[in-house]
């Protein structure tokens, strides 16, 4: 089946650290792979996409590069601001037909806490 | 433009009442996902429905149901509430089925069962 992994959290780093949440996945077919955030209290917003292998998506300084090598999608950002403490989940979903087209299949989220 | 909305923002419900939430996706937009954030066991799928049509379900018990309305919305519900039905439900929506499209998600409606 398809499932996705991320690293055990939380992540707790003080602000301007580097940061970077693994992401492996195992897909029966070629997914896309997504990036999603949750603030405290809310839903969740989409951070980045990457559709095929070698795609990086970015937004907010936040860059994730699909590696279809290494069946990873690891999430990274250069210097982490206090803003960005939320939880974070790495997802895919299946690019064509079969019992999981459709659905988007989640890692089991990070937390991570930024400090001033 | 409006994102996805959902109603209400919570639901207490005691065991073996029914519950129905609902959702109403991003104008234009013709598919909606159903999901639950239940503490420690992350977020499971639920349900896909795409232009009136139930496309694909998650390995949940036929008490969870739903349904898609001409305008696109949606409604979830679940039956003969347990105590451990009691989690976040998260609706999504995409303008079609199709792998890249990003499904954009509402707030959520939490739930809890006593």
């Known amino acids: 089946g398809n499932s996705v992994t991320q690293m055990e959290g939380p992540v707790t780093l003080s602000e301007e650290a580097f940061l970077t949440i693994n992401c492996t996945y195992t897909?029966?077919?070629?997914?896309?792979l997504f990036w999603y955030v949750q603030y405290p209290g809310e839903g969740l917003q989409l951070l980045l996409k990457a559709t095929k292998a070698d795609d990086k998506g970015s937004n907010k300084g936040f860059e994730a590069t699909y590696r279809k090598e290494t069946t990873s999608f690891h999430l990274e950002k250069g210097s982490v601001q206090v803003s960005d403490s939320a939880v974070y989940f790495c997802a895919l979903r299946l690019n064509a037909g079969g019992t999981s087209y459709g659905k988007l299949t989640f890692g089991q989220g990070t937390i991570l806490t930024v400090h001033p | 433009e409006a994102g996805v909305t959902q109603s209400p923002t919570h639901l207490i419900k005691t065991r073996g009442q029914q519950a129905t939430l609902r959702c109403s996706p991003i104008s234009g937009h013709t598919s909606v996902y159903w999901y639950q954030q239940a503490l420690g066991l992350g977020l499971q799928f639920l349900l896909w429905y795409d232009e009136g049509e139930e496309r694909n379900r998650g390995n949940f018990p036929p008490r969870f149901s739903g349904r898609q309305f001409p305008n696109y919305s949606s409604e979830l519900n679940v039956n003969a509430l347990e105590l451990e039905d009691s989690a976040l439900y998260l609706c999504?929506?995409?303008?079609?089925?199709?792998?890249?499209?990003?499904?954009?998600f509402g707030p959520g409606t939490r739930l809890t069962v006593l």
């Open positions: 897909a029966t077919g070629y997914p896309s």
């Open positions: 999504a929506s995409s303008s079609a089925g199709t792998g890249g499209n990003e499904q954009f």
